[in-house]
């Protein structure tokens, strides 16, 4: 494994984290989940995100337990808030009310006094920012968040909140968890060069497009079984990734792999890391052998010339448009 830091600042993460959503507490058993994270830490994984709201808080119960026992210095726990964890009008969204609650059930669900990195998961158009930003400074005074981050913000959020950071004396932004892979390229206009001149990190979501990218998925032909688009809930999130167009040009990508002596998912993975301002690839699985196959990644260089090369190939079906980063405009 390889590290790198968060942003600019001290803490240090896996190049390849391992992520939680849609797999643990709902597509996949609870022995299954636990020998992922077993896989993730015999590779060098360290980092590890999750989220309140992932399979109704259960997916962090799963990884709190899957997690016992280890040296929680050896970790970076990653969680967030903001969509619904309960019925209430206030429990969703960025408010200090929510925040602090959150945070609570999150650190009993995880077994841990605090977590690496909290991360608001959306932008809250009915909280203002200088209410969240302040309740994210407090919990990292109370000693149970280290790290403050954001998830799916635009650039111009990004920059408000850092300027009331600044003025306010909060405690500062280290990083985005934004989409990202060959297919949604959004971050790159706008996110990325000022993330870089702020000192964020992007810790990207869906390296591998759900899985669109190992090529397993074929045009015109039913998915194979057991993977995330025969999920209810997963087919609900893959299936926009999914036309007959992509699935064709993601299968043209197969000897560029093969040239560099690397599977689809590890080209994949590798490919976001390519980018200095990422400083982690969050990657899911189903099975151990996926996590074995996909930290392969770490450390792997790719040239100018196959950078190319993929751009040719994926060229009109790539997503780059920044206006593609919306929070919703009210409250889930
Ligand atoms: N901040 C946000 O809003 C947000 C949103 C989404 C995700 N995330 C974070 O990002 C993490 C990763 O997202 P993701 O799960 O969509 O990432 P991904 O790595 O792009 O996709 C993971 C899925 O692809 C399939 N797969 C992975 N490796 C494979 C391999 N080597 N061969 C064949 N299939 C393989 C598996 O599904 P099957 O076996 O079922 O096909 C696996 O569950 C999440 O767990 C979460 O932590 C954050």
Not at 8 to 17: D, H, N, P
Not at 288 to 311: C, F, H, S, W, Y
Request: charged residues 25%.
């Amino acid at each position: 494994m390889e590290f790198r830091h968060l942003g600019r600042s001290g803490l240090m993460v896996s190049e390849i984290s391992y992520g939680n959503w849609i797999t643990h507490g709902s597509q996949v058993e609870e022995d299954a989940a636990h020998a992922c994270v077993r896989a993730a830490l015999d590779e060098g994984i360290t980092t590890f995100d999750t989220a309140d709201v992932y399979a109704g808080t259960k997916a962090e119960e799963v990884l709190g337990r899957a997690l016992k026992g280890v040296r929680r210095e050896s970790l970076e726990i990653f969680t967030k808030v903001y969509w619904p964890t309960g019925p209430g009008r206030n429990d969703r969204g960025l408010s200090r009310k929510h925040i602090m609650e959150s945070i609570n059930g999150s650190l009993r669900r995880l077994g841990t006094d605090y977590v690496d990195l909290y991360q608001a998961h959306r932008f809250d158009f009915e909280t203002p920012l200088e209410e969240t930003l302040r309740a994210f400074d407090d919990l990292v005074r109370q000693g149970k968040v280290l790290y403050v981050g954001v998830s799916e913000w635009s650039a111009d959020q990004i920059s408000q909140a850092l300027k009331i950071a600044e003025s306010m004396g909060f405690d500062r932004l280290v990083s985005n968890q934004p989409q990202y892979s060959m297919l949604w390229r959004v971050i790159e206009a706008e996110v990325v060069p000022l993330s870089e001149r702020e000192g964020l990190g992007q810790i990207v979501w869906s390296p591998i497009a759900q899985g669109v990218l190992t090529g397993k998925y074929l045009p015109g032909q039913p998915p194979p079984a057991g993977s995330r688009a025969t999920d209810t809930n997963g087919s609900r999130f893959i299936d926009s990734l999914m036309s007959d167009e992509v699935l064709r040009r993601v299968q043209e990508l197969k000897p560029v792999a093969a040239d560099h002596g690397l599977t689809m998912a590890q080209l994949a993975v590798a490919w976001v890391l390519q980018n200095p301002n990422v400083s982690s690839a969050i990657v899911g699985a189903t099975r151990p052998e996926q996590v074995r196959d996909n930290v392969k990644a770490a450390g792997v260089k790719l040239d100018a010339d196959t950078m190319r090369k993929i751009d040719d190939i994926l060229g009109p079906v790539v997503e780059r448009d920044p206006a593609k980063t919306v929070s919703p405009a009210s409250r889930p």
